[in-house]
Nanobody
Framework: QVQLVESGGGLVQAGGSLRLSCAAS????????MGWFRQAPGEEREFVAA???????YYADSVKGRFTISRDNAKNTVSLQMNSLKLEDTAVYYC????????????????WGRGTQVTVSS
C-alpha cells in the first residue's frame, strides 16, 4: 500500500502561483511513477502531469509551460509548481501513484490522495 497526502492548495488570483506537495508513505516510493490529476465540479478527473522514478516528465497540453512537476525520492515527496494560473485551473488536485504506463489514465490508478482545493479568482 501507498499512502498519499497532498498540501499547498488555496486561493490565488489569476496570473499567480501555487506550489502543491504530496507526501508518500508505505511501499518504496522510488518504485512508482507519480502524477497529479485535477477535477473541477461536474467534470471528470483529468491528467495534469506525471514523473517517473528517474525524473522523466509528461504534461497535459493545457498546463505545459506553466506547471512543473518534480520529485525527491529521498524525502518521498512529489511537487507541482503552478505558475501563470488561469481561472480554468480551478479544481481539486489529486496526487497519484502507480506504474508509469498507467499514469495518464485515472481509472487504472491504484493509489490516490484525498485532494487539495485550488481556486483561481479573477
Amino acid at each position: 500500500q501507498v499512502q498519499l497526502v497532498e498540501s499547498g492548495g488555496g486561493l490565488v488570483q489569476a496570473g499567480g502561483s501555487l506550489r502543491l506537495s504530496c507526501a508518500a508513505s508505505g511501499r518504496t516510493f522510488s518504485n512508482y511513477g507519480m502524477g497529479w490529476f485535477r477535477q473541477a465540479p461536474g467534470e471528470e478527473r483529468e491528467f495534469v502531469a506525471a514523473i517517473n522514478w528517474s525524473g522523466m516528465t509528461y504534461y497535459a497540453d493545457s498546463v505545459k509551460g506553466r506547471f512543473t512537476i518534480s520529485r525527491d525520492n529521498a524525502k518521498n515527496t512529489v511537487s507541482l509548481q503552478m505558475n501563470s494560473l488561469k481561472l480554468e485551473d480551478t479544481a481539486v488536485y489529486y496526487c497519484a501513484a502507480d506504474a508509469w504506463v498507467v499514469l495518464t489514465t485515472p481509472t487504472k490508478i491504484n493509489y490516490w490522495g484525498r485532494g487539495t482545493q485550488v481556486t483561481v479568482s479573477s
